[in-house]
């Protein structure tokens, strides 16, 4: 059965809802595996806008595939979280989760050359200034596109989340090196 998770600002902010929003994860875990759904609402909540600028970012900056994206990495979430008893990291599992959906679509598809261009275009009258930029941004977009997978996904959650490298390691199943 699909489920749909609605924009946060839609829901009242009153009620149990409001108690569940104060408990830690590891609290809304506990209570979404026995059976409440409003305590993976809170979640969803938490994690939505930051899990959304990530899969956007992984994704080449399409807010559709973005959306796409974090929908299924949500529903994946439901499912997986609700039959599996094991402790997790519910932050850094989502993140996980939300990086190997937008891996598994990105070695799908690549960025069309028109969306690389778009981003490139300013205000700039100047032909030469705008050929620069536009130069420029294909530069660190080729930059960026010829990183190792771990490598691009960890520069966008230092980036968009301030993950830690414990969180990051954990994120991206790696190991530190003292």
Same mark, same amino acid.
């Given at each position: 059965e699909a489920r749909h998770f609605t924009d946060p600002q839609s829901r009242p902010a009153s009620g149990p809802a409001q108690v569940l929003r104060l408990r830690s994860d590891d609290q809304l875990l506990v209570l979404f595996r026995r059976g409440?759904?409003?305590?993976?609402?809170v979640l969803v909540d938490r994690y939505r806008t930051r899990l959304?600028?990530?899969?956007?970012?992984?994704?080449?900056?399409? $807010?559709?595939?973005?959306?796409?994206?974090? $929908?299924?990495?949500f529903l994946r979430a439901y499912g997986s979280l609700r039959a599996d008893e094991r402790p997790v990291s519910v932050r850094?599992?989502?993140?996980r989760v939300a990086h190997n959906r937008c891996v598994d679509q990105i070695r799908r598809t690549g960025p069309a050359p028109e969306d690389i261009y778009a981003v490139s275009r300013g205000t700039s009258v100047d032909p030469a200034d705008a050929c620069e930029r536009r130069e420029d941004l294909r530069q660190v977009v080729s930059d960026i596109g010829r990183l190792p997978e771990n490598q691009r996904s960890a520069l966008l959650l230092r980036e968009?989340?301030?993950?830690?490298?414990?969180?990051?390691?954990?994120?991206?199943?790696l190991s530190l090196r003292p």
């Open positions: 409440s759904d409003e305590a993976f609402s959304l600028a990530y899969t956007r970012r992984m994704l080449g900056g399409s $807010q559709q595939d973005a959306e796409d994206a974090l $929908q299924d990495v850094a599992w989502l993140y968009i989340d301030g993950l830690t490298y414990n969180e990051l390691a954990a994120t991206l199943d």
